[in-house]
């Protein structure tokens, strides 16, 4: 089987690439592990369309995301994919956080971040009466998505174009031969299928690292390994839902390592506190990585109870975790997107995306007409 390009990962990023490649005209197949899209990631995340402020100005992170957050809730209209610009609050929650709140708002200027406002806490608290805080950020642009309708949206797109996905497809090895790559594949009996393709776009999010090693790259000299890193979320139960209307977030700690456990909404109203941070051996099975902890729940009632003072211990309820590919395993800075075409490596055509963590869901289009625009060039 000869194909213009193959897709490593069905998750939101594969399938987004997948839509581009089909809809610019090239035979394109993804192949996934699982037997369905998303099953990793792009399912087990806070659904928020992030603004752009956080990160590094000239960074990919902040070009992406603040490009996507531009397009976003239109395509998605246009999609028939839900979603709800309900804005997000930064909060100062004392005086002593004023400089570093000053500072993250001037980055979301230079960044390009639209709508921005510093509130005091008298105009926090009109849009938040149930907020504590010294002063706070407003991001009127940010909002919250249907993340599954939005993979959904990226395979009708893909498909209506002449796209095709190959499920419970695992990729073993790739080498490249003649100008174009042979790719090793595993279906589910274990029987080996061989494919041909001119591109390969490796979206194989937590496992990226991996499908770059099986071309023969040195994932360390390349700065491509990936260290898993989860974070568990709380929901809150009963009366508590829908006495905010906007996203709540603490300020970000220091280097961005974490954007700190903030308060999400969904469609429904019903809260979500969350993400924290932990990094996972490597000798824990990826059968255990989900499994909930709930020895911390005092530790989210206690970061979270500062800036909401009206929440319980027991209103929290254990809810879903999820795992970041996080490029590097100390905990010193942020670290950006990956988008790399390999000719520099003797592997023309192969794009690899490593470390799509958070705002992979946000920059997905964005993300696929990167690659596109850097495999036209
Ligand atoms: C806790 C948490 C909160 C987040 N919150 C947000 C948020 O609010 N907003 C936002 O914009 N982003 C958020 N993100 C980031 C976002 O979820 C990710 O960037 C995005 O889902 C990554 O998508 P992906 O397609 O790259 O990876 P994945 O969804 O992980 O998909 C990769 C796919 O590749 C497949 N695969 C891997 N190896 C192989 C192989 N060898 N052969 C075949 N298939 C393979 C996997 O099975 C998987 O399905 C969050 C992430 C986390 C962990």
Redesign the pocket.
């Known amino acids: 089987m000869e194909i213009d390009v193959v897709i490593?990962?069905?998750?939101?990023?594969?399938l987004a690439c997948a839509a581009e490649s089909a809809k610019r005209g090239y035979s394109t197949l993804i192949?996934?592990?699982?037997e369905s899209f998303?099953?990793?990631?792009?399912s087990?995340?806070?659904?928020?369309i992030?603004s752009g402020i956080y990160y590094p100005p000239g960074s990919l992170k902040a070009r992406l995301c603040v490009e996507a957050n531009h397009n976003i809730y239109n395509e998605c209209d246009r999609a028939g994919v839900w979603t709800r610009k309900c804005g997000k609050l930064i909060v100062a929650i004392v005086a002593e956080e004023q400089d570093q709140l000053e500072i993250l708002y001037r980055r979301g200027i230079e960044n390009g971040v639209e709508g921005l406002q510093l509130l005091t806490q008298s105009m926090a608290n009109k849009i938040e009466p149930e907020i504590k805080c010294f002063s706070a950020i407003y991001l009127p642009s940010t909002g919250i998505i249907d993340s599954h309708q939005l993979m959904k949206s990226y395979i009708v797109e893909a498909k209506e174009n002449g796209a095709e996905i190959g499920f419970g497809?695992?990729?073993v090895g790739g080498e490249r031969k003649k100008g174009q790559y042979k790719l090793h594949m595993k279906d589910t009996n274990g029987e080996v299928v061989e494919i041909e393709s001119k591109y390969v776009i490796n979206?194989?999010?937590?496992?990226a690292d991996k499908?770059a090693e099986r071309f023969g790259i040195d994932i360390d000299k390349a700065e491509y390994r990936l260290h898993h890193n989860r974070?568990h979320y709380y929901s809150v139960s009963g009366l508590k839902n829908n006495i905010i209307s906007h996203l709540i977030y603490p300020l970000p700690h220091a280097h961005l390592v974490s954007i700190g456990i903030h308060m999400t909404i969904d469609r429904s109203g019903r809260m979500k506190l969350g993400?924290d941070m932990e990094y996972l051996y490597d000798s824990i099975p990826e059968s255990e990585w989900y499994k909930f902890d709930d020895s911390r729940r005092e530790k989210f009632f206690n970061s979270v109870h500062r800036y909401f003072p009206s929440l319980k211990l027991d209103d929290l309820s254990p809810d879903q975790v999820?795992?970041?590919p996080k490029r590097k395993g100390s905990e010193d800075n942020i670290k950006d997107f990956i988008i790399n075409e390999e000719s520099e490596k003797g592997l023309p055509g192969l794009v690899n995306?490593i470390g799509?963590?958070?705002?992979?869901?946000?920059?997905s289009r964005e993300i696929a007409r990167e690659v596109f625009k850097i495999l036209n060039n």
């Open positions: 490593i990962g069905a998750g939101v990023v594969g192949v996934e592990r699982h998303g099953q990793d990631t792009s087990r995340n806070s659904e928020v992030h497809i695992e990729f979206s194989g999010g937590l496992f499908v974070g993400p999820g795992v970041r995306l799509i963590e958070s705002p992979g869901l946000t920059c």
